[in-house]
């Protein structure tokens, strides 16, 4: 059985850093793309960024570009999201996720676990 345990997040003032991170249970992340999406009340759940097998292949949302980075380590079976910069429209509940595809892609429909969530709040 796959499970993906998130932790990190919480409150932060605007411009501050957090990182989450992501343990994943049951499949080896050096043979899984991952991805984190977020989704703010209201709003439906979109895409951050994603990561390939190998960690040699990143994507990102052009609203976190140059100020998020997601990384993996696949000795700790590990996925994490480095957040600096944060502003308030960063507020949301974050997602990791395990994709179903080689390729990296954005729509949910394409990852098949996902974590618990884990909820970020950025302060003015």
Same mark, same amino acid.
């Given at each position: ?6 932790? &990190?997040?919480? !409150?932060?003032?605007? &411009?501050?850093? !957090? ?6 249970? &049951? ?5 899984? *793309?991952?991805?984190?999406? +977020? ?17 040699? *292949? ?8 140059? +100020? ?8 700790? *079976?590990?996925?994490? !999201?480095?957040? *600096?910069?944060?502003? +308030? ?14 390729? !990296?892609? +954005? ?18």
């Amino acid at each position: 059985q796959v499970q993906l345990v998130q932790s &990190g997040g919480g !409150l932060v003032q605007a &411009g501050g850093s !957090l990182r989450l991170s992501c343990a994943v249970s &049951g499949r080896p992340v050096s043979t899984t *793309n991952m991805a984190w999406f +977020r989704q703010a009340p209201g709003k439906e759940r979109e895409f951050v960024a994603a990561i390939s097998w190998s960690g040699g *292949n990143t994507d990102y949302a052009d609203s976190v570009k140059g +100020r998020f980075t997601i990384s993996r380590d696949n000795a700790k *079976n590990t996925v994490y !999201l480095q957040m *600096n910069s944060l502003k +308030r429209e960063d507020t949301a509940v974050y997602y990791c996720a395990t994709a179903r595809s080689w390729r !990296l892609v +954005r729509g949910t429909m394409e990852y098949d676990y996902w974590g618990q969530g884990t909820q970020v709040t950025v302060s003015p």
